[in-house]
């Protein structure tokens, strides 16, 4: 499924350009202690490399950001993957973030998420519901609709999973924010 083959127990990764571009970035990262959460290359502003990273405890703030830029520009304009000129954009993963480690879909449990699997699981393939934890190798999920059934998701099959955003999450998230600055 992934090219990138470094110490990453990323479970959702990418794939051509962008798993060239981890595959050169994570060294940095790792060196720093940051841990890269996702790699996409847009058509914005012409080009547009975006690297989301976060600290160990899923954290990053303009300083990590300012750090990691610094790290990753020179490793990018040594092995120069992208044939143009690109803008590098460093960020965390937001309130809404993608999950693509195991230990994403237990550290969220409670919370809405959408999951897309690259092949259709009992017949559909995109997912929304309240995440339950992860039993073996699948993401055990309460369905939004259909009266809240409860259903397995195979790691291995999903192509995209992300948090939604909702009131709780940003409450949560909020909270999160005043207990670390109290620390």
């Known amino acids: ?9 990323r479970i959702l990764t ?10 050169i970035v994570i060294p940095s990262l790792d060196g720093l202690g940051y841990r ?9 502003n012409g080009c547009t490399v975006q690297i989301m990273a976060e600290r160990p ?40 973030r993608p999950l693509v480690r195991r230990e994403d879909f237990e550290r ?18 995109r997912w929304r519901g309240i995440i339950l934890g992860l039993d073996g190798d699948n993401v055990h999920l309460r369905l939004s609709e259909l009266g809240g059934e409860k259903v397995f998701v195979p790691l291995g099959e999903l192509s995209d999973a992300r948090l939604v955003l909702t009131d709780a999450l ?9 207990n670390a600055e109290l620390n």
């Open 57 to 96: 405890d899923g954290t990053l703030n303009i300083e990590d950001c300012e750090a990691i830029s610094h790290a990753v520009s020179p490793a990018l304009d040594v092995d120069d993957p992208i044939s143009k000129a690109y803008h590098l954009e460093v960020s965390s993963p937001g309130i809404d």
């Open 170 to 178: 940003i409450a949560q998230s909020l909270k999160a924010g005043k």
């Open 108 to 125: 969220w449990s409670g919370n809405e998420a959408k999951l897309e699997t690259a092949i259709p699981v009992d017949g559909r393939r």
């Open 14 to 23: 990418e794939t051509g350009l962008e798993a060239r571009v981890a595959k």
């Open 1 to 9: 499924m992934s090219e990138v083959s470094l110490d990453d127990d």
């Open 36 to 44: 890269l959460v996702r790699v996409r290359i847009t058509a914005q």
